[in-house]
């Protein structure tokens, strides 16, 4: 069996990442300014992550992100819609898909 597939990268602000379909492999850079915890992995600014590694299988991924503010180094809080100016949530995902 032959199976079509495309790399896509987008980029998302915020918590509005879609559930995405048919999914080969998956990698995460954290493109804004603060720490970012994606299905529980924490990724840093300028980091990039391999979420899910290519495998040879495709799969519906639900990602759930949360973002955090260092206001003070020991104690970095979640941040819930509220960011201040100079911070900005944005991820890059790269991933294969299905098509």
Same mark, same amino acid.
């Given at each position: 069996?032959?199976a079509?597939s495309?790399?896509?990268?987008? +980029?998302?602000?915020?918590?509005? %990442?879609? *559930? =995405?379909? $048919?999914?080969?492999?998956?990698?995460?850079? @954290?493109t804004?300014t603060t720490?970012a915890i %994606? @299905? $529980?992995?924490?990724?840093y600014?300028t980091q990039?992550? *391999?979420? %899910?590694?290519?495998?040879g299988?495709?799969?519906k991924? &639900? !990602?759930?992100? @949360?973002?955090?503010?260092s +206001?003070s180094?020991?104690?970095?809080t979640l941040?819930?819609?509220?960011i201040? $100016?100079k911070?900005?949530n944005? %991820? !890059? !995902?790269?991933? &294969?898909k =299905? *098509?």
């Open positions: 069996m032959f079509e495309a790399f896509i990268t987008r +980029e998302f602000r915020e918590e509005q %990442i879609p *559930i =995405l379909e $048919g999914v080969t492999c998956l990698s995460v850079v @954290n804004g720490i %994606i @299905n $529980g992995v924490t990724i600014p990039k992550q *391999i979420l %899910i590694p290519p495998d299988t495709f799969s991924v &639900k !990602l759930e992100v @949360n973002y955090m503010t +206001e180094t020991f104690a970095p941040v819930k819609k509220m201040t $100016g911070e900005h944005r %991820i !890059l !995902l790269i991933y &294969k =299905l *098509i």
